[in-house]
Nanobody
């Protein structure tokens, strides 16, 4: 199996910064895309940023110029540096990875357990 463990959430004042981390472990052959999503109560989970194994990145408009996604492929880890945080960034942030497991050829999507980010005004 594959596990994703997130860390780095917490409470921060508006204008502050947080750095989220997510490490994948288990029977991993290869990781394709890794990304961050967020969800608020009553709403669907939405994409925040995604990074391919080759280093390409893509962001939702609300995250551009404030958030930076990066990967350490040797550590199977993805990061999300969040700067200039706003109260509307408050959400549970989930890590997602598209993983090819050992002994398999097709990938499957795995999710972390989520980490709470709260931005106070």
């Amino acid at each position: 199996q594959v596990q994703l463990v997130e860390s780095g959430g917490g409470l921060v004042q508006a204008g502050g910064s947080l750095r989220l981390s997510c490490t994948a472990s288990g029977s991993i052959r290869r990781i394709n895309d890794m990304g961050w999503y967020r969800q608020t109560p009553g709403n669907q989970r939405e994409l925040v940023a995604i990074a391919t194994s080759g280093g390409n990145t893509n962001y939702v408009d609300a995250a551009k110029d404030r958030f930076t996604i990066s990967r350490d492929n040797a550590k199977n880890t993805v990061y999300l540096q969040m700067n200039s945080l706003k109260p509307e960034d408050s959400a549970v942030y989930y890590c997602q990875a598209d993983v090819v497991r050992l002994g398999y050829f097709r990938s499957s999507v795995y999710w972390g357990q989520g980490t709470q980010v709260t931005v106070s005004s």
